[in-house]
C-alpha cells in the first residue's frame, strides 16, 4: 500500500470514494465508515472467506487482487470476479442477511478494509442512490456470468482464452520491451476457471500460442 504510506486512512477514503455504490455516501459518513472498519492483511494464496460463511461484513480492496470463485457439483472452480483495488465485495450477502456465495481467495499479498454489516447499512441509509450502484453492480456480475455461459457455446476455446487474458491485461499489467505483461498470476486451472476451459485444454492453447511467437511464457508470468 506504498500510495497510503503517509495517511493511509486519506488513501483508502479517496479510493472508496469512487466506488460505485460508495461514491453516493456523505464524504463524513464515508470517513466514519473507513474510520471505525478494520485493515486486514492476508498473504498471496490466503483465504478470505468461504462459500456458505456467514456474511458479516463488506470488504474494499486497498491493495492487491482478490480471486471470487465458486465451484460447480463436478468440482470444477469457475471464476467470478478478479477484484482490485477499490473494488468492493461480500455486499450482497450482508445486505440480504445471506451467507457468503462464494469463495474468497487473495490472489497477492492484500491489505483489504472489512466493514462491519450494521456499519455499512447505516453508511448507505444516507445514500438511496447507493442502492442504484448495488444494482449496477449486480446487473454486471449477471452479465459477466451470462457472458461465460454463452461464450462456452457461441466461442472456441482459443477465443475464450484469449478473451480471459485480455481481461486479465486491462486489470493489472504492465508495458514490457516486446509486449504486455500481465502481473497477476493465475495457476492453468484457474485461466480455465475464467475461461469456462479444462486445465489441458488451457496448457495446449498457451503451448501452441509460445511455439508461434504470440505469448511469452516465464514462472507463471504472461507476455501479450
Given at each position: 500500500?506504498?500510495?497510503?504510506?503517509?495517511?493511509p486512512y486519506?488513501?483508502?477514503?479517496g479510493?472508496?470514494?469512487?466506488?460505485g455504490i460508495?461514491?453516493h455516501v456523505p464524504?463524513?459518513?464515508?470517513?466514519?465508515?473507513v474510520?471505525?472498519?478494520?485493515?486486514?492483511?492476508?498473504?498471496e494464496?490466503?483465504a478470505i472467506?468461504?462459500?456458505?460463511?456467514d456474511?458479516?461484513?463488506?470488504?474494499?480492496?486497498?491493495?492487491?487482487f482478490?480471486?471470487?470463485?465458486?465451484s460447480t457439483?463436478?468440482g470444477?472452480?469457475?471464476?467470478l470476479?478478479?477484484?482490485g483495488?477499490?473494488?468492493?465485495?461480500g455486499?450482497?450477502?450482508?445486505?440480504n442477511?445471506w451467507?457468503r456465495?462464494?469463495?474468497a481467495?487473495?490472489l497477492?499479498?492484500c491489505?483489504?478494509?472489512?466493514?462491519?454489516a450494521?456499519h455499512f447499512?447505516?453508511?448507505l441509509h444516507?445514500?438511496p442512490?447507493?442502492?442504484?450502484?448495488?444494482?449496477r453492480?449486480v446487473?454486471?456480475?449477471l452479465r459477466?456470468?451470462?457472458?461465460l455461459?454463452?461464450?462456452?457455446?457461441?466461442?472456441?476455446a482459443?477465443?475464450?482464452?484469449?478473451?480471459?487474458?485480455?481481461?486479465?491485461?486491462a486489470?493489472?499489467s504492465?508495458?514490457?520491451?516486446?509486449?504486455?505483461?500481465?502481473?497477476?498470476?493465475?495457476?492453468?486451472r484457474?485461466?480455465?476457471?475464467?475461461?469456462g476451459l479444462t486445465r489441458?485444454?488451457?496448457?495446449?492453447h498457451?503451448?501452441?500460442?509460445?511455439?508461434?511467437?504470440?505469448?511469452?511464457?516465464?514462472d507463471?508470468?504472461i507476455?501479450?
Amino acid at each position: 500500500m506504498s500510495e497510503a504510506g503517509k495517511n493511509p486512512y486519506e488513501y483508502v477514503l479517496g479510493l472508496l470514494s469512487r466506488n460505485g455504490i460508495l461514491q453516493h455516501v456523505p464524504k463524513d459518513q464515508l470517513k466514519t465508515l473507513v474510520q471505525r472498519a478494520r485493515l486486514q492483511r492476508f498473504r498471496e494464496r490466503e483465504a478470505i472467506f468461504h462459500q456458505g460463511d456467514d456474511g458479516h461484513c463488506v470488504i474494499g480492496v486497498v491493495d492487491g487482487f482478490v480471486k471470487l470463485s465458486s465451484s460447480t457439483a463436478a468440482g470444477r472452480e469457475v471464476i467470478l470476479e478478479v477484484a482490485g483495488p477499490g473494488s468492493v465485495f461480500g455486499e450482497i450477502a450482508v445486505l440480504n442477511d445471506w451467507p457468503r456465495a462464494a469463495d474468497a481467495v487473495a490472489l497477492t499479498n492484500c491489505s483489504l478494509l472489512a466493514m462491519e454489516a450494521s456499519h455499512f447499512k447505516q453508511a448507505l441509509h444516507y445514500a438511496p442512490a447507493s442502492l442504484l450502484g448495488v444494482i449496477r453492480i449486480v446487473s454486471e456480475r449477471l452479465r459477466r456470468a451470462t457472458g461465460l455461459l454463452t461464450d462456452g457455446v457461441d466461442l472456441p476455446a482459443a477465443a475464450r482464452l484469449a478473451k480471459a487474458l485480455m481481461e486479465l491485461a486491462a486489470l493489472n499489467s504492465h508495458a514490457v520491451k516486446d509486449g504486455l505483461q500481465i502481473n497477476t498470476t493465475l495457476s492453468q486451472r484457474e485461466l480455465g476457471g475464467m475461461a469456462g476451459l479444462t486445465r489441458e485444454s488451457i496448457n495446449k492453447h498457451l503451448a501452441s500460442w509460445r511455439e508461434r511467437g504470440w505469448v511469452r511464457l516465464s514462472d507463471g508470468a504472461i507476455t501479450l
